[in-house]
């Protein structure tokens, strides 16, 4: 497809389950980014890759978050033990790298809900 | 630290011009972006700045004034279809990457008719 794409689009699960989020990134960007973003808040950046750099895990809230890019194409976040405060909608997006005002195009995002 | 600021509110009438502000205080400086977010969709760009001045591109026009940490977003002749959540991105030096974008909390905007 053309746009960054990520499944599923919703995801319900029980606290404590782990969850995995797919990211399919626009081919040819070899940047790819993740971001939460919770009810009327603004988009918090998770992690960062770029081609076969070590990732920037700095945003990443605490360890049961964790995320692989595989093969520099498509990435999975994982959230293991899932919390009530994990509910939110995940955000991919993907970019060239360059130079710096190449805009980063995002996917439809997963609703994750945590019951 | 970065700190990006909009309100978070506006309306505005169709036809009519309406302007979003952004103020933000961040770790240097690498450009800053605008987002239209509609409901449950993906947010797509708009615009960017890195120098200081006006950016038009069609019925929307982007500023920024670097000395004052400041941008808005201009969107003229409004239509019903522009009622979204307006986003505000800076692209600042935090944690060694240059890339990262710091998101302010987005504007929703309402056109009524």
């Known amino acids: 497809g053309a746009g960054v794409s990520q499944s599923p689009s919703n995801k319900v699960t029980e606290k404590g389950k782990d969850v995995e989020l797919r990211c399919d990134p626009i081919?040819?960007?070899?940047?790819l980014y993740w971001y939460r973003q919770s009810l009327g808040q603004g988009l918090e950046f998770l992690i960062y890759?770029?081609?076969?750099?070590?990732?920037?895990k700095s945003g990443l809230p605490s360890d049961r978050f964790s995320a692989e890019r595989t093969g520099g194409s498509v990435s999975t976040l994982t959230i293991q033990r899932t919390q009530q405060e994990d509910s939110a909608v995940y955000l991919c997006?993907?970019?060239?790298?360059?130079?710096?005002?190449?805009?980063?195009?995002f996917g439809d995002g997963t609703r994750l809900s945590i019951l | 630290g970065q700190n990006i600021d909009q309100p978070t509110e506006m309306t505005a009438t169709e036809g009519a011009i309406v302007q979003i502000n952004c103020t933000y205080q961040?770790?240097?400086?690498?450009?800053l972006f605008w987002y239209q977010q509609h409901a449950g969709e993906a947010p797509t760009f708009l615009s960017y700045?890195?120098?200081?001045g006006l950016e038009e591109k069609g019925r929307f026009s982007s500023f920024l004034s670097r000395s004052k940490g400041y941008s808005y977003l201009l969107l003229k002749e409004l239509q019903m279809k522009d009622s979204a959540s307006y986003l505000c991105?800076?692209?600042?030096?935090?944690?060694?990457?240059?890339?990262?974008?710091?998101f302010g909390s987005g504007t929703q905007l309402t056109v009524l008719p």
């Open positions: 997006a993907s970019s060239l790298v360059r130079g710096l005002e190449q805009p980063q195009h």
């Open positions: 081919s040819g960007h070899t940047a």
């Open positions: 890759f770029q081609g076969n750099s070590a990732p920037d």
């Open positions: 961040t770790s240097g400086f690498n450009g």
């Open positions: 700045n890195v120098l200081d």
């Open positions: 991105a800076v692209r600042g030096i935090s944690s060694g990457s240059a890339r990262q974008l710091t």
